[in-house]
């Protein structure tokens, strides 16, 4: 069972939250795992764990830093892993995009910030930002969520404690893409991919990251992500092998993750900085 805030969708703008004007400005800052108003914002220092051979933070790293942030919000909330258990609830995440404008460097101080901004019938948005060590923003962030009843296994609207306890934010100004990807016509079978134990996550369900993860390894060598997308289908297990289709579509790739009877478990698009 997850937290609500999983996984999200990322885009780079230059304010700060101390900006006091305008519609995407936010009431307070907030500090290393503190809660302001309805923001929630937690620091580090990009680890040589968490960089590639460039020395820069990796893609599924900064998934990591988006997902811990948005978890953490939740656990200090109260409304974590042991509240959804309690309650047998579980935020499935429907979809998200990524778009980085820079990826920090090792040893780069970062700010990692969210806060949710809706609740409509069953699903629940909430965005992200990161941002360097001088309050620049390198990405913004979106993720749209469903809750569901796991005693009945039927989508249910938040409860009262958890809408008021969240709070709403204001949406950042962005150019939001449809949750559903556009698919080509043809596509290029890829080699099979083994669910192993460390790609599982709390809720016995392949780590959304992970998705991106392998599908990341289909594109060519050289290929700078700047956007990702995502939609997800169905949830992968420890044991399923997933097989990976690519094609192109608009200058972008698009690979879709299969069982071996074409279920989709997941659809992640790729751009380029020049093709967004």
């Known amino acids: 069972m997850l937290p609500f805030g999983f996984m999200c969708y990322i885009i780079v703008r230059q304010k700060t939250c101390r900006e006091t004007g305008g519609k995407n400005a936010y009431p307070?800052?907030?500090?290393?795992?503190?809660?302001?108003?309805?923001?929630?914002?937690?620091?580090?220092?990009?680890?040589?764990?968490?960089?590639?051979?460039d020395r820069k933070l990796t893609l599924i790293s900064?998934?990591?830093?988006?997902?811990?942030?948005?978890?953490?919000?939740?656990?200090d909330l109260g409304l974590g892993l042991d509240y959804l258990e309690e309650k047998n609830m579980a935020w499935v995440l429907?979809?998200?995009q990524i778009i980085v404008d820079r990826y920090p460097e090792l040893g780069e101080d970062i700010t990692v910030q969210t806060w949710a901004y809706g609740f409509r019938s069953f699903y629940a948005?909430?965005?992200?930002?990161?941002?360097?060590?001088?309050?620049?923003i390198l990405a913004r962030a979106n993720s749209l969520w469903l809750l569901i009843?796991?005693?009945?296994?039927?989508?249910?609207?938040?409860?009262?404690?958890?809408?008021?306890?969240?709070?709403?934010?204001?949406?950042?100004?962005m150019e939001y893409a449809p949750r559903k990807i556009k698919q080509p016509e043809t596509f290029e079978n890829i080699e099979p991919v083994e669910v192993y134990r460390h790609m599982i996550d709390t809720n016995g369900h392949m780590n959304n990251g992970q998705y991106v993860l392998i599908?990341?390894?289909?594109?060519?060598?050289?290929?700078?992500?700047?956007?990702?997308?995502?939609?997800?289908?169905?949830?992968?297990?420890?044991g399923d092998m997933l097989y990976p289709k690519l094609g192109r579509l608009d200058d972008a790739y698009v690979i879709r993750l299969d069982n071996a009877d074409g279920k989709t478990f997941a659809v992640v698009e790729f751009r380029q900085a020049d093709q967004i």
């Open 28 to 53: 307070a800052c907030v500090f290393f795992g503190k809660a302001v108003d309805k923001m929630y914002e937690m620091k580090s220092r990009v680890r040589y764990s968490e960089v590639g051979a």
């Open 62 to 75: 900064l998934i990591d830093y988006l997902q811990d942030c948005a978890t953490f919000h939740s656990e």
């Open 94 to 96: 429907v979809s998200w």
């Open 125 to 136: 948005d909430r965005n992200l930002v990161i941002r360097g060590p001088h309050d620049e």
């Open 149 to 173: 009843n796991l005693d009945t296994g039927h989508p249910m609207k938040a409860l009262p404690e958890q809408v008021e306890k969240y709070g709403t934010g204001p949406k950042l100004d």
């Open 215 to 238: 599908a990341r390894e289909m594109l060519p060598q050289g290929f700078s992500v700047r956007q990702v997308r995502t939609e997800y289908k169905n949830a992968a297990v420890l």
